[in-house]
């Protein structure tokens, strides 16, 4: 593979020092080389992923290094957990800083840095109370035991008859309660039995949802974007009707933010984008700053305050270290001006991925610094097309056969943006050539 660029302008507040890459790059080579790494995960690593053949050794903002010193714009980001860019001087600085003092207390204890830490992320989401967790499932199993315990306590829902409705080409993730409301045969397919109490609705069909309620139902559990889909924007006037239904019924509207929020589609959340406040939100990925897995359930006293010592819990959830990182995070969401950015540079992105239309684009769908293409299935797969761009320096992620998303660290610059654009059209311009 040839990389594509060795050139950028550095942003000193957004980059980590350039010998961070150049040392660690170095360092992977002495050792073993891209084939042989990936040999070793083939034999050794269960084989739930299908990544891409790039070897990452380093990163730097926008931008990672392989194992061979060649560069490539990540326009995954992890799926969005690394929004501010690897290695953001703030959140390597946080972390390191909480290092060196202390960074696993369990909840047996208190520490000093859970409290400011939830004070900051429950004012940004303008609520009264957070769950720490670790993991993105972890978050929606909290959500999930939450409206189950608030139906019963609060709203008096018959005992072991409480309900969730979901959305269809749902993606909350992968332990076993969560597959069990999935509609993707290759998320459930030999993994039951099943965990009752999920009812399934058209996404994007406020009508059925309403009609799916009935006495029994506690909450309405949705992404409001489908990231794992493909990046699926329901119509501007779903959520706002979500949030009226599940209010005139007295259900719980809980909002998967894991992917969509923190900045990603240019507000704090998804639902800040439509004038919606759900009563809980679901957050995790960016939330670790890129650093640890941080996650977390955010809402109002009267439902996340029905949890009781001993009910809820986990070892690392809240530890020292997720929280100062975690905290830092918040205070640069806080700010604004990275939701700004993603607002400004989705605008550029759209612009130019609109105009891809028709000449090997079938459909794009975007929201702030986050898109969802559809290739034409006629030309290439989505994973063809990751595969030559890869080779042109550019990572990007296919779902679903025929799309490919892009959601670049809101940190990227706009002219490395352009160049990543640039390397998409010029892969379909080759694959129409074939
Ligand atoms: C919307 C949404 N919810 C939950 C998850 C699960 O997060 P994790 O992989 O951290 O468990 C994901 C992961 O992609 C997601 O996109």
């Known amino acids: 593979m040839s990389a594509a660029r060795t050139d950028t302008a550095m942003d000193l507040d957004t980059r980590a020092p350039s010998s961070r890459a150049t040392r660690s790059a170095e360092e992977g080579r002495a050792t073993r080389s891209a084939g042989e790494l990936i040999a070793d995960e083939g034999a050794h690593l269960a084989h739930t992923y299908h990544p891409l053949p790039v ?40 972390a390191r800083e909480q290092l060196d003092r202390v960074t696993l207390t369990s909840r047996a204890f208190h520490n000093d840095r859970l409290g400011p830490f939830v004070t900051a992320l429950a ?36 005992p072991g008859r409480a309900n969730i409705i979901v959305a ?26 099943f965990t009752p109490g999920f009812t399934r609705v058209p996404y994007g069909d406020a009508a059925a949802l309403e009609a799916a309620i009935d006495e029994n139902t506690v909450a309405v559990l949705i992404e409001p974007i489908q990231g794992e889909a493909g990046i699926l924007i329901p119509p501007a006037d779903y959520l706002p009707a979500v949030r009226e239904i599940t209010t005139r019924h007295r259900v719980l509207f809980i ?7 923190l900045g990603r589609t240019g507000a704090t959340f998804q639902c800040d984008n439509v004038g ?10 960016a939330l670790g700053g890129g650093i640890v897995p941080v996650s977390a359930v955010v809402g109002d006293r009267d439902v996340v305050g029905v949890l009781n010592p001993g009910e809820h819990g986990s070892t690392f959830g809240g530890n020292p270290l997720a ?72 990572l990007a992620k296919d779902t679903h056969g025929s799309t490919i998303r892009l959601a670049p660290p809101l940190v990227v610059e706009a002219s490395d943006l352009e160049w990543a654009v640039d390397q998409l059209e010029a892969v379909l311009t080759e694959l129409a050539g074939r």
């Not at 380093?58 to 290695?87: I, K, M, Q």
Request: aromatic fraction near 6%.
């Open 323 to 394: 929280a100062a990182v975690g905290h830092e995070v918040v205070r640069m969401l806080a700010a604004g001006d990275l939701q700004q950015r993603a607002r400004e540079l989705g605008a550029l992105l759209e612009r130019r991925l609109t105009a891809l239309i028709g000449r090997g684009v079938v459909a794009v769908r975007c929201a702030g610094l986050w898109a969802g293409i559809d290739i034409d299935p006629a030309l290439a797969s989505g994973r063809h097309v990751c595969e030559a761009l890869a080779e042109r320096g550019v």
């Open 55 to 94: 070897v990452v050794a380093s990163g730097e903002g926008a931008w990672v290094t392989d194992v061979d010193g060649r560069r490539y714009l990540d326009c995954l980001a992890a799926y969005s957990a690394v929004n501010f860019g690897h290695g953001h001087p703030r959140l390597v600085a946080a």
């Open 276 to 285: 919606v406040v759900p009563d809980l939100y679901l957050l995790g990925k």
């Open 168 to 193: 269809d080409g749902n993606f909350h993730g992968r332990t076993t309660t969560i597959i069990s409301f999935s509609d993707d045969p290759v998320a459930t397919a030999d993994f039951g039995p």
């Open 255 to 261: 909002a998967d933010e894991i992917q969509a929020g």
């Open 123 to 158: 004012d940004l989401a303008g609520k009264d109370m957070v769950v720490p967790m670790n993991t993105g499932a972890e978050a929606v199993e909290t959500g999930i035991k939450l409206a189950r315990a608030w139906g019963y306590r609060v709203k008096g829902v018959t």
